[in-house]
Every structure is written in structure tokens, then in C-alpha cells.
């Protein structure tokens, strides 16, 4: 049976991996299973094409579909409350020539493993509900489902009148979250918030590299922060007004501190900057914002989230919200005071946190001529057995192979989509790091052979 769902839904290149007979097929799928979807999409070129196929398959196997039109995916996933499902057609971070379906749940979930395997198994064998003349699902539209996101988010915070910098990057951000944080009173400058599925401004990825724009923005304005969404607004990533990108582990702590939630749950590859900020119970799970979400659903924490700017508020919503995070970090911001004495950054009225050494890499298994001796499957098995040979005492095997040292960890992990095993190591200082990572690298070496 194809595996047609990765860690965020299904996705690929547009009209190579994902094309509109596959959506089609998902439609009939989702719709075989459920009464009534609400579907909305991204801004991308593929979007609209995919969202017509998605509705002719649910449709066609009598669900009632209500189309919401181009909507971040977190105003989808509100949206699903009112009905059996939602379906978002998004490619989230990726590049515009990647298209994309998520599937959600009434709750705000994401569709779990389960769920993914009973729709790849009913296209893998042509298994439809295919309605009569009479009974097909019925379409209709809605104008509202943004409005409602915005109401729920302005609920929760109060007034507040910073400056920020809004970067949207083109992605459907730019349909809610400039509006959520003018109504709050501040005063918005919009970059990059016209919706183009061309993605002109820049990579949709919220990483430091790509929001280079954002930063010289912020500092030539004199604004008090600035905030950037991926393509479809899910995920929140901020620059202080020094320019200075702010870590996703820094962000992670703080908005940790300020739930002073009793646990919170975060992937098994964050940073122990977090644990030691926070003080609390963690809770670890496989990398993949559906599994902190699940996670959360499964011991009531308080609050999750990525690094990679994914962070749930479960009070909210079990869905990553990048609006209401941003809503979130400009009210503790702006509560904290940046009139604070000493405060003359972001970071400077946040809580001051520990530092750590944080050391990222990765090791190919394909040689200069693309020979792979091994799959990243065969080298972690090899992995484990070397590790367990050893004295290590604390090994997590959550996602990958993490060791806990007495002075920092190391964790390995294959890569899903390429013939990569990726590597990461952490203490307090940097020459131990390095040192853990160097250990970790000969562990791999050595499985390699
Ligand atoms: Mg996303």
C-alpha cells in the first residue's frame, strides 16, 4: 500500500506527487467515512485546483462540503468544530511548487495514524461509499470563518499598542493576523501580506535565513518586534527590535514560563534550554506537531510546541495557532513592559534564560556516486546495538535513538525523505558538545559499515 501521509498530511510537487485525480480520490475517501467537511486552502497556484477535486470526491460519496476559501490553516481547524471534519489543502513551509491536503478532526486534532491508514487503505483498494443520483453531498460556501478565529483569539488577550512588523511571506497569513493585532491595538506594518502563491517575497519557511527582510525591517522602522508566518500561518516565528532573530527554543521557554502550566510536551529533539526554563514536568514525543498534539490530548499539559515555530495552546485550540501565538507573544511583551529598566530589547523584558550549546548535523548514507550501502533503517538498527552494548543507562527510542549524559545528550535520527541520519548534541558548553557530537558521529560511522 503507497504511504501517501508524511509527518504534516500528504504532500508533494504539484502534478508529480500530489495532482488532482489523487485529491479526488482523498475527497472520496474522506467522505466515505464522514457526513459534513468543511474545506479551506492556502494561497498556492494548486490550491484552487486541488480544492475543486477534493470537493467533487466528497461529494460524490453524499458529504456535505462547505467551502471557506483561501484561510490560514489554524482558522480551518476552528472551523472543523462545527462540522465531521475539515480538510485544508496546504503545503505549509514548503516551496510554491509543492501542493498539499491536511485532514483534521472536530477537536482541532490532525488526523491521527489510524486515520491516515484507513484513507490510504480505502484508495489503495478502490474502496469508496459512492452515493446515488439522489443522495450526493451538497456544497455550499462561508464568509465568516476568519471572523470567528479573529473573536476567539481577541477573547483570550487584552489591549495592547506595540509596533509590529508583520511578515507573512505572501501565505494566508495576510487574511487574519495583520487584523487580529490592529484590533488589539497596535499599530501593523504589513510586509509581504498580499496573498501570491508565487511566494515572490521569499521562502515560506520561517527560518532565520529567510527573514532577513523582516529584521531590517523592524530596525529601520524602530518597531517593537516582528513577526513571520510559514505558508499557511500554523507556524509563528519573531525578531526582536535589535533585529535579532529569536530561537524557536528561546520563544518555546518563554511561552512555556508564562502558561505556568504543571507540564508541557515537546519533541524528543528540543533543547534542554526548555526543561531548565520551565522546571516542571516535559513530556517527550516523536518530532511532528501532531504528535505534541496528541501528546497534550493524552496527559491534559498545559502547552506544546516545536523549535520550528509550531506552538498549541490546548485552552485554544489542540491545532498550532501562528495567530494566536503572535497575539500571544506581542500581550506578554507588551505586559512585561519593554519601558522595563534595562529592557531595551524583546529578550530583554522576557525572562533571562540559561544558555546552552546546541550542535545540529548530519551524516549522508550516499556516497559521491549515490552508492547507499545502507538505508537509514539498516544504520539505526545498527545503532541501537552498538548503543545498547554500551554503559548507557538513559536511552529514549521515542523517535530515533536519544542518550542522556551525565554533562548533555545526543540524539539520532533518519531522516523520512532522504538517505540522511541526522545528528543532534547539547550541553552547557561548547567544547563539550562538540565532544558529544563527535561521539555520536562515531557511533553512526561505525553502523555505516
Ligand atoms: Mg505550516
Redesign the pocket.
Known amino acids: 500500500m503507497t504511504k501517501l501521509f508524511g509527518s504534516?498530511g500528504i504532500r508533494g510537487i504539484v502534478n508529480k506527487d500530489v495532482d488532482p485525480l489523487l485529491a479526488t480520490k482523498v475527497g472520496m475517501a474522506v467522505g466515505s467515512l464522514h457526513k459534513s467537511a468543511v474545506i479551506g486552502r492556502d494561497p498556492r497556484t494548486s490550491s484552487e485546483m486541488l480544492n475543486h477535486s477534493l470537493i467533487a470526491g466528497l461529494v460524490a460519496t453524499g458529504c456535505d462540503v462547505t467551502d471557506i476559501g483561501v484561510v490560514s490553516?489554524p482558522t480551518l481547524a476552528i472551523a472543523a468544530g462545527d462540522y465531521d471534519c475539515g480538510v485544508m489543502i496546504?503545503a505549509?513551509?514548503n516551496p510554491a511548487q509543492y501542493g498539499g491536503i491536511k485532514l483534521w478532526n472536530k477537536d482541532g486534532c490532525a488526523f491521527d495514524t489510524t486515520q491516515q491508514n484507513e484513507i490510504e487503505r480505502r484508495i489503495a483498494e478502490n474502496d469508496f461509499a459512492l452515493a446515488t443520483w439522489d443522495e450526493l453531498g451538497s456544497i455550499s460556501s462561508r464568509d465568516d470563518a476568519i471572523e470567528s478565529h479573529i473573536k476567539k483569539i481577541l477573547e483570550s488577550v487584552p489591549k495592547c499598542t506595540l509596533t509590529v512588523v508583520v511578515d507573512c511571506g505572501n501565505g494566508a497569513g495576510s487574511t487574519i493576523t495583520p487584523y487580529v493585532l490592529r484590533r488589539m491595538g497596535c499599530t501593523v506594518i504589513t510586509l509581504n501580506s498580499q496573498l501570491d502563491g508565487h511566494f515572490p517575497s521569499r521562502n515560506?519557511e520561517p527560518t532565520k535565513e529567510n527573514l532577513t527582510m523582516l529584521s531590517q525591517t523592524v530596525v529601520a522602522l524602530g518597531a517593537d518586534i516582528g513577526i513571520a508566518?510559514?505558508?499557511?500561518?500554523?507556524?509563528m516565528m519573531a525578531v526582536e527590535r535589535t533585529g535579532r532573530f529569536i530561537p524557536g527554543d528561546e520563544l518555546l521557554s518563554h511561552f512555556a514560563i508564562d502558561s505556568n502550566a504543571e507540564s508541557i510536551a515537546v519533541p524528543v529533539d528540543t533543547s534542554l534550554l526548555v526543561n531548565k526554563a520551565f522546571g516542571k514536568k516535559v513530556y517527550m514525543t516523536r518530532v511532528g506537531d501532531v504528535y505534541v498534539a496528541e501528546k497534550l490530548k493524552e496527559v491534559g499539559a498545559g502547552f506544546g510546541g516545536e523549535p520550528s515555530?509550531?506552538w498549541i495552546f490546548p485552552q485554544h485550540s489542540l491545532c498550532?495557532d501562528?495567530i494566536y501565538a503572535a497575539a500571544k507573544l506581542v500581550e506578554i511583551v507588551s505586559r512585561l513592559g519593554l519601558s522595563t529598566p534595562g529592557a531595551s530589547t524583546v529578550t530583554g523584558v522576557l525572562p533571562p534564560l540559561p544558555t546552552m550549546a546546541l550542535q545540529r548535523g548530519k551524516i549522508r548514507l550516499d556516497g559521491a556516486k549515490g552508492n547507499i550501502c545502507k538505508t537509514p533503517a539498516q544504520v539505526m538498527d545498527a545503532v541501537g546495538i552498538a548503543v545498547e552494548s554500551t554503559e548507557y543507562v538513559d536511552i529514549t527510542t521515542i523517535d530515533g535513538i536519544r542518550v542522556d549524559l551525565k554533562d548533555g545528550w545526543f540524539l539520532i535520527r533518519p531522516s523520512g525523505t532522504e538517505p540522511v541520519v541526522r545528528i543532534t548534541a547539547e550541553s552547557e558548553d561548547v567544547e563539550v558538545t562538540q565532544s558529544i557530537y563527535n561521539l555520536a558521529e562515531s557511533v553512526v560511522l561505525g553502523a555505516m559499515k
Open positions: 504534516s490553516t496546504t505549509s513551509h515560506p508566518h510559514d505558508g499557511d500561518a500554523d507556524r515555530g509550531s498550532p501562528g
